[in-house]
């Protein structure tokens, strides 16, 4: 099994859509998680941390299931500017400092 | 909004020469991380360094590759006797605390480093 394994996409959504994206991960003593945005050939930049309770930022709603170990992230309302690659990321168990990064799911929003 | 910068932005070398590429991590930051991202694939954990030493390193990250932090500001990836599957960018990244607090971390620009 992948560290992190993502949906390989791509997935072409209308703008307005929802669209969800899930991940899992095999380190079951991994303790911290995220979603990471890249644009195209830029840098990661976080979108999210995910919480055990789950969290929500905006058009954005994150789910953690520890017992599954998986990753999920919920875009209600699609825009165009949503369209990227979104990285699953988790923190390698006992690490203080190696992230695990998945390949991505590349997103494209059309109008 | 503070960032992470790298310099240069684009290094072309020819094989088996060294490379020096740089940091400048965000300034109230701890840990500092290499990562590189080979095109076409994901992005993986060279090495972080904290408290002025190397706290964890990757089996890619072998004694080709050194990390120093030579005058307090600046963060270099040195890369001896590149080969042509070094070409990759390279991300450099800072962060307040590590990542066991599920602390964010934050990534300069890369430098895509292009081996010939």
């Known amino acids: 099994r992948k560290e992190v394994e993502q ?66 992230l919920l875009i209600r309302d699609s825009k165009l500017s949503d369209s990227a690659t979104y990285l699953c990321v988790v923190g390698r168990g006992g690490s203080q400092g190696n992230l695990i990064f998945g390949k991505g799911t590349k997103l494209s929003v059309k109008p | 909004e503070p960032e992470v910068t790298q310099t240069p932005s684009h290094q072309v070398t020819q094989m088996g020469q060294e490379v020096i590429l740089r940091c400048v991590p965000i300034s109230n930051h701890l840990y ?19 408290n002025n030493e190397i706290s964890e390193k990757s089996e890619i990250f072998d004694d080709q590759f050194s990390v ?49």
């Open chain 1, 7 to 72: 949906d390989p996409g791509p997935f072409n959504v209308p703008e307005g859509a929802t669209v969800a994206f899930n991940c899992t991960y095999s380190n079951s003593a991994s303790q911290s998680f995220f979603w990471y945005r890249q644009d195209c050939r830029k840098e990661p930049k976080l979108l999210m941390s995910v919480y055990s309770s789950g969290n929500e930022d905006g058009r954005f709603t994150a789910q953690l299931n520890r017992a599954s170990q998986y990753i999920s």
């Open chain 2, 32 to 50: 500092f991380y290499w990562y590189r991202q080979i095109l076409g694939q994901k992005v993986e954990f060279l090495v972080s360094f904290y």
């Open chain 2, 68 to 116: 120093e932090r030579p005058d307090g500001s600046n963060f270099t990836l040195k890369i001896r006797s590149t080969k042509l599957e070094d070409s990759a960018m390279y991300f450099c990244a800072s962060s307040e605390a590590g990542q066991l607090m599920n602390t964010e971390a934050f990534f300069g620009q890369g430098t895509r480093l292009t081996v010939v």
